[in-house]
């Protein structure tokens, strides 16, 4: 727009507003605490001023402390004061609607309409004398959406409209409109003005320039009395627009107030700008404005037009922010976690993997002492996707040793602890992906009726799918039985299993070794990423004649019948003193990490406590043993290594191929034949000669620098 | 009092209170560049042995971009889930005063804080950025604006650890740099140089204006030399 003389139409640069986060944490927190579902128009402060930037205009804003406090929060943010020289408030109204259909449906005209008349009003009625900021008056409509976390706004500035619009006659750079004397005199008289609490944010005000360079600083009400002087007076107000050739908003109600109240038809005004806290007068704009006074501005119940909408990057949408990753507290809980396992890897761990950890997924058989505790374990180092798989309920003992349930799991004949230990997680750390298979474990020497044989085959084919389709799998049962079948199936598909095991006060922790067969052309083997190229490397062949480590039942000499007569491992939990679960879960986890940061994974050699071997140390977890037996009255851990038997019933090549062959019908022969693992894989023959081997502790711990049980 | 040998690199509240006044003061008479800090205090917390006035050193509204102006006659994308409402054709929102710009400057905001943590007993520099119209930045373009927050090349940046914490006053989630590392590294800055060894009050004084030379450094903020070198 042209500067001086041709008497164009004077152009206003529109405010722009600017939310800070706490606004909108507050707005929530009132929604959720106090207002609900009422509403009504809430009255809030919005807060500017001048600008102090030669290139970037200044913005309304809105703080969390222009709401309403609410006296539930406690955080200390104190309430503003009045006499802020950088927060100038003025007073707006937000309708919040409860739904985003009723805030596209609000009336927008009436609402601009209903603030313009207040505006009007307050001129007519001389409270723009008393507290001119109601001038800047202005509305917000918005929609918080509290599920996703997101708020959907619009401001608007009503102004009201000329008609015949005001015509500049000239605008030029304060500095140049002024003498050098009596810039100067401006300057101190506004920087007084400014520093003042009592008039700092007040943000229109009249400059008056005596004939002797003086410069004063006026309120408005004193107009009358700057009348007389043959002085130059220049309304003036804090001008937040940046703009050499353009005011600010603000002065559009300014000279609305001017003509209506005092009938002048030129108006001198002064842009007040600043800059690094003072008056700057070359950034400051003086201005001569024509305004010609229509009829209905003399009558008062004639309210003008307004306009004031506030664009979007140009169109007439409104503006939407979406606050989850600050507000939601599921993200804040996964942020917190994640930063959490990235913190220990800067400040210890270098080289862990969280990758793996984030994306493995575990599957759990038994939801009880041990199935509860690795649960959390695995959940601590950043594992999140878990299958739990119990066919039990809770029982009224339960939540004092199984960490994951409380009484009401109890109630009522007791919730499926397989769904109950699923909810629990999710409740300690919503983004697990959890989930519970109520089912039971068939089991061999626990025979069946021929009407339960179709469902039990059933359960075979959906523990085989389980196991499929997850990448780590713990034998957490309690019964030496029910590990054979998963043993076998874990076997068969080379997949990363973990056993543990409890006595009355010993345990057992170990990770079963390779299947016999290497890589099949009909499996996929879902392996993590960074194990699956070794996998692709290694021999083809590891018949039992090459060392693999063995699984649980390598140490056997009896098939797995029914022990519940001579029972020292897999004790049922009540027996067991309660520190080996709480220990032996903890140390299944940590082996498992292990496991998946050795670059060879599930084919990774036995390493031992106090070993000599150097190249196993440098790995930053430490030893990756094979089986950790631990005792109680000894508090006394020992890494031990046991490798395959040829005559396992759960892993050897014989069984495996076996299943292999005959799929379902094996198992359903071993379920119903106790002896027939035993006659397959020649055991019957080698228990008429092996002694029985028994762990006396005393003995080992002497000789605890070369353990090697073997068979 | 405590040899500077057997010092390990932390401060007590009351030190930190001291140090963080006369830091804001040096600041605001020899950093001219940047607005000054400003104290904040906080409510008494009852529960914590602390009599002193509680309380942290404030910065905001620092602008940590370049102005770029992004042309708004570009088709753009709107905001998701935005439709263009059907008032729009009806209403004038804009009338022959208004003025119609054509291009819109998008700058980047932080506002910093000095918190004094009680479980490492060091001060922590939280902040937290956001764009002109209120919309908070995220981490990693947080990152962009301050690259040295995520270089881990220079001694003083492989301190710099971000993490997201809930902020001990305001009660909302802030940026902070991981102060774990913090009583290492000032361990480091007073009896790593060859100055000799300085005594334990002149650490305690300076200790703020060295911490933040290195933490100030990683978002941006440097001191001028004549702070580090003024004594007064």
């Given amino acids: 727009m042209a500067k001086e003389g041709s008497g164009s139409i004077l152009q206003f640069a529109p405010f722009q507003s600017s939310v800070d986060e706490g606004f909108w944490h507050r707005l929530s927190s009132l929604k959720l605490n106090k207002f609900g579902i009422d509403d009504s128009p809430i009255p809030i402060s919005g807060f500017f001023a001048p600008c102090s930037h030669p290139q970037v205009s200044n913005y309304l804003t809105l703080l969390a402390e222009s709401l309403p406090s609410d006296s539930n929060e406690e955080s200390s943010i104190p309430a503003f004061n009045r006499g802020n020289r950088n927060r100038c408030s003025v007073p707006g109204i937000l309708y919040n609607t409860n739904t985003m259909e009723s805030f596209h449906g609000l009336d927008k005209q009436g609402l601009l309409k209903a603030e313009a008349k207040k505006i009007w009003e307050d001129i007519h009625s001389g409270k723009v004398l008393e507290d001119s900021a109601v001038l800047s008056r202005f509305l917000l409509i918005s929609f918080a959406d509290l599920k996703k976390w ?334 054979w079948l998963p043993t076998l199936l874990c076997a068969n598909t080379n997949k990363i299993t973990i056993t543990a095991a409890l006595g009355f006060d010993s345990f057992l922790v170990m990770r079963h070794g390779p299947g016999p067969f290497n890589s099949t052309p009909d499996l996929k083997v879902e392996m993590p990423n960074s194990l699956s ?103 006394q851990q020992m890494t031990l290594v046991g490798h395959s038997s040829n005559s396992c019933t759960a892993c050897c090549s014989t069984v495996v191929s076996e299943y292999r062959k005959r799929g379902m019908q094996f198992i359903l022969q071993a379920i119903n034949h106790p002896t027939f693992l035993e006659d397959l894989t020649g055991l019957t023959e080698l228990m008429r000669s092996a002694n029985t081997f028994q762990l006396d502790w005393d003995d080992e711990i002497e000789d605890a620098d070369d353990e090697c049980i073997e068979l | 009092m405590m040899d500077v040998f057997n010092w390990d690199g932390t401060v007590s509240a009351k030190d930190f209170r001291i140090g963080a006044l006369s830091f804001a003061q040096k600041w605001e008479s020899l950093n001219s560049a940047f607005p000054p800090w400003s104290w904040v205090p906080c409510p008494k917390h009852p529960w914590l042995a602390s ?30 889930g935005e439709e263009e409402t059907s008032c729009s054709e009806k209403e004038d929102d804009i009338d022959d005063a208004t003025l119609v710009q054509s291009n819109h400057h998008e700058l980047h905001y932080c506002d910093f804080h000095i918190v004094y943590s009680y479980t490492f007993r060091v001060p922590v520099l939280y902040l937290r950025a956001y764009c002109s119209d209120g919309r908070p930045l995220l981490l990693d373009e947080i990152e962009k604006e301050l690259p040295a927050c995520s270089s881990k090349e220079s001694p003083e940046t492989k301190w710099a650890f971000i993490t997201q914490e809930e902020h001990p ?59 580090l070198n003024d004594r007064r």
Avoid at chain 1, 191 to 202: I, K, L, Y
Avoid at chain 1, 379 to 391: C, E, S, Y
Avoid at chain 1, 576 to 597: K, Q
């Fill in chain 1, 150 to 483: 997101s708020f959907h706004y619009w401001f608007a500035f009503p102004a009201l409209i000329l008609d015949p619009p005001a015509t500049l006659v000239d605008l030029r750079p304060a500095s140049q409109w002024f003498t050098l004397e009596e810039a100067e005199s401006v300057s101190t008289a506004c920087n007084e003005w400014r520093n003042s609490s009592v008039t700092a944010d007040v943000p229109f005000f009249l400059v008056s320039v005596g004939s002797d360079s003086r410069a004063a600083v006026r309120h408005l009400k004193d107009w009358e009395t700057c009348q007389d002087d043959g002085q130059k007076l220049l309304f003036a107000f804090y001008d937040p627009c940046h703009l050499p050739n353009n005011p600010g908003w603000p002065l559009r109600n300014f000279l609305a107030f001017i003509c209506a109240r005092w009938n002048l038809k030129t108006v001198h005004f002064l842009c007040y700008r600043e800059n690094r806290g003072f008056a700057d007068l070359s950034l400051s704009l003086v201005g001569e404005a024509l305004i010609t006074i229509s009829q209905g501005w003399r009558e008062h119940q004639c309210v003008p037009n307004a306009v004031g909408w506030e664009l979007n990057k140009g169109r007439k949408v409104p503006r939407c922010i979406n606050l989850a990753k600050s507000m939601d507290p599921t993200r804040l809980a996964i942020s917190a976690a994640d930063l959490n396992l990235k913190l220990m890897r800067w400040r210890a761990l270098p080289s862990l993997n969280l990758d793996i950890l984030f994306s493995i997924k575990c599957l759990l058989l038994g939801a009880g002492t041990l199935g509860c505790q690795v649960a959390r374990m695995l959940m601590a180092w950043g594992v999140r996707k878990i299958t739990l798989v119990d066919n039990g309920r809770v029982a009224m003992s339960n939540p004092l040793r199984q960490s994951l349930y409380t009484l009401d799991d109890c109630l009522n004949g007791g919730d499926f602890k397989a769904t109950a230990a699923v909810r629990s997680l999710q409740r300690i750390f919503p983004a697990v992906v959890a989930e519970g298979v109520v089912m039971a474990i068939p089991m061999p020497g626990h025979p069946v009726s021929s009407q339960e044989e179709n469902s039990v085959l059933e359960d075979c084919r959906r523990l085989n799918d389980l196991i499929g389709s997850h990448d780590v799998i713990f034998l957490l049962t309690d019964t030496r039985e029910s590990r």
């Fill in chain 1, 533 to 635: 190229d070794v996998l692709d490397n290694l021999a083809l062949t590891n018949t039992d004649g090459k060392q693999r480590l063995g699984c649980y039942f390598c140490n056997d000499v009896v098939a797995p019948t029914d022990s519940t007569s001579n029972r020292t491992l897999d004790q049922q939990c009540t027996v067991t003193r309660p520190g080996l679960a709480p220990i032996a879960s903890a140390l299944a986890v940590e082996l498992l990490v292990g496991i998946l940061h050795h670059p060879y994974g599930i084919f990774a050699e036995a390493e031992i406590a106090n070993s000599n071997n150097g190249g196993s140390s440098e790995l930053p977890l430490g030893i990756l043993p094979h089986q950790i037996r631990g005792s109680l009255p000894h508090f």
């Fill in chain 2, 51 to 80: 009599p002193e006035e509680e309380g942290y050193l404030s910065l905001e509204n620092i602008c940590i971009s370049r102005p770029y102006e992004v042309d708004i006659d570009q088709n753009s994308q709107t905001d998701p």
């Fill in chain 2, 169 to 227: 006053y305001l009660k909302r989630p802030w940026y902070k740099l991981h102060p774990c590392g913090t009583s290492e590294f000032m361990k480091l800055l007073f009896l790593g140089g060859d100055t000799g060894q300085p005594k334990l009050e002149v650490v305690l004084e300076l200790y703020l204006l060295s911490w933040f030379s290195a933490v100030g450094q990683v978002v941006g903020l440097r001191i001028p030399c004549k702070m």
